[in-house]
């Protein structure tokens, strides 16, 4: 061979095996560095909640470039919905998403970071959690149990509930057998109801075949959805019960310390980017699924009386305080929870109250 033709011959060697090194390098990066399971409360790719799981699965991907790949799996999946706690404690799944007050059997004190009866909104609720001091207790009591967690999304003020009774007095509430989780469900008991704690997938056929008498779920959107008018004809509202609820991510700690801190503060930001964003959907959905629950389903929507309303929130009052006796731990969130909800009291009343008064009044 000339020494032309070698140097040629040579050059073209060099630059396939450059592509071949380059491929290489491209298939490399497009593989995950760390592939995590996301199991949930939740039915798979339920609209708002299983959805918002998805979304928080996805932004971890797209924001990390890739490096953390995230499947999600609905509740009975991998594992029962209320499971979900244990599974990413013991390191079986590395991330959840569900909702802190199904914790109350760890800590009652988990309820506070969900929703309290008559308590913080929406707004009010990221403004105690970010800029508070809600999240650093949330930290350490989930540090406990080997979890990180993120406020992951927010339904807003829900809606009272789905009713096959007309609820005009404190005593149709006596003996209604109620799906309803958390302090709400503790308030109805002691207004003479019967709590029942089911996982959303079990909720319709439960109030249709007669096994509860009632239920609450979330709000327009997701009750559309459920089809739950075709179980009950009364739809009250407000939510008394859950008036900004707040849904959780969790992470494993131990998966989470190994992450390198660019990483840990993708997946931090993606769950403050879905917590949002839920709220959002929330806004936009409801109305209308109201509306088409209202003028082509015919549902009987209605307002708690006065009265029942002022028992309700009497009870709550005190279901709430006695948490605070708990523990020490539940002290100081109960604590830190009510000077945030006194200061934000006195706030409301002369900006998002007085606004929305003189709107619908002007």
């Given at each position: 061979?000339?020494?032309?033709?070698?140097?040629?011959?040579?050059?073209?060697?060099?630059?396939?095996?450059?592509?071949?090194?380059?491929?290489?390098?491209?298939?490399?990066?497009?593989?995950?560095?760390?592939?995590?399971?996301?199991?949930?409360?939740?039915?798979?790719?339920f609209?708002?909640?299983?959805?918002?799981?998805?979304?928080?699965?996805?932004?971890?991907?797209?924001?990390?470039?890739?490096?953390?790949?995230?499947?999600?799996y609905?509740?009975?999946?991998?594992?029962?919905?209320?499971?979900?706690?244990?599974?990413?404690?013991?390191?079986?799944?590395?991330?959840?998403?569900?909702?802190?007050?199904?914790?109350?059997?760890?800590?009652?004190?988990?309820?506070?970071?969900?929703?309290?009866?008559?308590?913080?909104?929406?707004?009010?609720?990221?403004?105690?959690?970010?800029?508070?001091?809600?999240?650093?207790l949330?930290?350490?009591?989930?540090?406990?149990?080997?979890?990180?967690?993120?406020a992951?999304?927010?339904?807003?003020v829900?809606?009272?509930?789905?009713?096959?009774?007309?609820?005009?007095?404190?005593?149709?509430?006596?003996?209604?057998?109620?799906?309803?989780?958390?302090?709400?469900?503790?308030?109805?008991?002691?207004?003479g109801g019967?709590?029942?704690?089911?996982?959303?997938?079990?909720?319709?056929?439960?109030l249709?075949?007669?096994?509860?008498?009632a239920?609450?779920?979330?709000?327009?959107?997701?009750?559309?959805?459920?089809?739950?008018?075709?179980?009950?004809?009364?739809?009250?509202?407000?939510g008394?019960?859950?008036p900004g609820?707040?849904?959780e991510?969790?992470?494993?700690?131990?998966?989470?310390?190994?992450?390198?801190?660019?990483?840990?503060?993708?997946?931090?930001?993606?769950?403050?980017?879905?917590?949002?964003?839920?709220?959002?959907?929330?806004?936009?959905?409801?109305?209308?699924?109201?509306?088409?629950?209202?003028?082509?389903?015919?549902v009987?929507?209605r307002?708690?009386?006065?009265?029942?309303?002022a028992?309700?929130?009497?009870l709550?009052?005190?279901?709430v305080?006695?948490?605070?006796?708990?523990?020490?731990f539940?002290?100081?969130?109960?604590?830190?929870?009510?000077?945030?909800?006194?200061?934000?009291?006195?706030?409301s009343?002369?900006?998002?109250?007085?606004?929305?008064?003189?709107?619908?009044?002007?």
């Amino acid at each position: 061979m000339q020494r032309r033709d070698f140097i040629k011959a040579a050059g073209a060697a060099a630059i396939t095996a450059g592509a071949s090194t380059q491929a290489g390098q491209a298939y490399a990066k497009d593989k995950p560095e760390y592939s995590w399971k996301m199991v949930t409360t939740w039915p798979k790719n339920f609209p708002g909640l299983g959805t918002g799981a998805n979304h928080l699965a996805e932004l971890i991907g797209q924001m990390s470039g890739g490096r953390i790949e995230v499947k999600v799996y609905g509740a009975g999946e991998l594992v029962p919905a209320f499971e979900i706690f244990d599974a990413v404690s013991a390191g079986t799944a590395e991330m959840g998403h569900g909702a802190a007050y199904y914790w109350k059997g760890k800590s009652e004190a988990a309820q506070f970071f969900t929703t309290v009866p008559f308590g913080l909104t929406a707004q009010e609720m990221n403004g105690w959690l970010y800029y508070g001091g809600g999240m650093e207790l949330w930290q350490e009591l989930y540090a406990k149990f080997d979890l990180v967690p993120a406020a992951a999304g927010n339904t807003g003020v829900q809606m009272g509930g789905w009713f096959n009774k007309e609820i005009n007095s404190l005593e149709d509430l006596k003996g209604i057998k109620m799906r309803i989780p958390g302090l709400g469900g503790e308030v109805l008991k002691r207004a003479g109801g019967t709590p029942v704690n089911l996982p959303g997938g079990e909720i319709f056929t439960s109030l249709q075949s007669g096994a509860i008498d009632a239920t609450e779920w979330i709000g327009p959107y997701n009750d559309l959805a459920f089809g739950l008018y075709k179980a009950a004809k009364y739809y009250y509202y407000p939510g008394w019960h859950e008036p900004g609820t707040m849904l959780e991510a969790m992470i494993h700690k131990p998966t989470f310390d190994k992450l390198p801190d660019d990483l840990q503060a993708i997946v931090m930001a993606a769950a403050k980017v879905v917590n949002i964003d839920m709220l959002s959907e929330y806004m936009a959905r409801n109305p209308s699924a109201l509306t088409t629950l209202v003028d082509e389903h015919g549902v009987d929507v209605r307002s708690f009386p006065p009265d029942v309303l002022a028992r309700l929130r009497e009870l709550s009052g005190e279901v709430v305080a006695e948490i605070a006796e708990k523990d020490e731990f539940s002290k100081r969130v109960y604590a830190s929870y009510q000077k945030f909800l006194k200061q934000s009291q006195a706030w409301s009343k002369i900006s998002e109250y007085a606004y929305l008064n003189a709107r619908d009044h002007a």
